[in-house]
């Protein structure tokens, strides 16, 4: 009897060790997920762009006659100070003008003494923008130091007189390039209407401005007509940065809005300032062959000079326009939100076990987003949560 109850217990625990081993294998798995914890830190949203330099002033100097030119002894890169004589031009035997053209000579003329004028005043505008600039970085430069006003106003005052100081440049080159025109239609109506004028005078072609030489368009010895283009000069010293964005993107950018240049081949990353965003778009082809509508983007740089003085005309840079930013910002990672019942929501890691939350979201750069509400700091929540992942199941941290 004894023998038999040992064998029947026996039996009963060789099957309840079954039973158990069964349920064990078959119950539920907690499912392998990867998490991320809500931290505060500083968060930037912000469109990046291919861009590249671009001399803000330069002048393209053409033929004032027709002739022969003689060979350029200059080279790209060369630098040039006003009056300088870049070429010579051995003018053709001239015809006497009939009246109208002699009236159009003389109206261009006309036209550039009045360019000249206009510029002048243009000039005294800059001059007087770039001093009312100077005038307020000194008031703010100590109401900054004894802690009236943010650090930023003051970085704003800064920049706008540099703006200043830039576009003052850009308006005495504009009056160098005015007196050069008007030399040049004087130049034009002396030779072109006076038949008498001996065709072995030489006509001097001088540099406009103080720059560099950009572009050659005849380096040898050779016929050219009136107006042919000769050389292009610029002042390296004052560059721009053109960045052509996505027209979506483009409507998000506004004038005065900071820009960042990185990638430009400096160890530090340069600042800027948008200055105009162009309201004419243009179709580009994407790497991929897909149509884009591009929009370009005029932007300044506003670190020092000496900062990027390595920088020439077609320089590659890489844009990135800061539409907005906070130095302590609730964020997570983008890829642990979803949409459910119209709203954004999340999976947060309790006890083990997934609990959905809905959330309210603010800004996202498309790899971090902000929480406006329904998450505390330091909360753990599931990234990339498939359909496996419900509420109330179990789950278990990835090796």
């Known amino acids: 009897m004894n023998a038999q109850w040992q064998r029947r217990i026996t039996w009963f625990a060789v099957l309840l060790l079954i039973v158990a081993a069964l349920v064990y294998g078959f119950r539920p798995q907690p499912r392998l997920i990867e998490t991320a914890t809500a931290i ?7 469109i990046e762009e291919e861009g590249k330099t671009r001399v803000i002033d330069r002048y393209l100097i053409t033929a004032p006659v027709a002739g022969t030119t003689c060979r350029v002894d200059l080279n790209v ?19 006497a003008l009939d009246p109208r053209s002699r009236a159009v000579a003389e109206a261009r003329v006309d036209a550039a003494e009045a360019a000249l004028r206009a510029a002048d005043q243009n ?32 970085d704003q005052a800064a920049a706008l007189k540099r703006s200043t100081a830039a576009a003052l440049r850009s308006a005495e080159f504009a009056v160098d390039v005015a007196g050069h025109e008007l030399e040049a239609a004087r130049t034009a109506l002396r030779y072109t209407g006076n038949p008498s004028s001996n065709a072995e005078d030489s006509v001097q072609v001088l540099a406009p401005v103080n720059g560099s030489i950009l572009k050659l368009q005849h380096e040898c010895e050779g016929v050219v007509s009136r107006g042919d283009p000769l050389l292009e000069i610029g002042d390296t010293r004052s560059l721009e940065i053109e960045t052509d964005v996505l027209s979506a993107s483009a409507v998000k950018i506004q004038p005065g809005m900071p820009v960042l240049y990185e990638r430009w081949g400096g160890e530090n990353a340069l600042t800027g300032q948008v200055r ?88 996202s750069n498309g790899l971090r987003a902000q929480i406006l509400d329904g998450l505390a700091e330091g909360e753990t929540v599931i990234t990339h949560p498939d359909d496996t992942i419900e509420d109330g199941v179990r789950v278990k941290r990835r090796n």
């Open 123 to 154: 000039v005294d505008s800059a001059r007087a923008d770039a001093e009312l600039a100077d005038i307020e970085l000194q008031r703010l430069q100590p109401l900054a130091e004894r802690g009236h006003i943010s650090v930023g106003r003051l």
């Open 40 to 46: 505060r830190a500083p968060l930037q949203v912000a």
């Open 77 to 95: 890169g060369d630098s040039v100070d006003k009056d300088q004589i870049l070429l010579t031009i051995n003018p053709l035997q001239s015809q």
């Open 276 to 363: 105009r965003v162009e309201p004419v778009g243009f179709t580009k082809i994407s790497a991929l062959g897909v149509e884009e509508q591009r929009v370009l983007i005029i932007s300044d740089i506003t670190s020092p000079p000496e900062d990027w003085q390595t920088l020439g005309d077609g320089y590659r840079v890489e844009s990135r326009f800061i539409l907005w930013e906070d130095q302590d910002v609730l964020q997570i990672p983008a890829s642990a939100l979803f949409r459910s019942n119209g709203q954004w929501s999340l999976f947060v890691m309790q006890d083990n076990r997934a609990r959905r939350r809905a959330v309210e979201v603010g800004q």
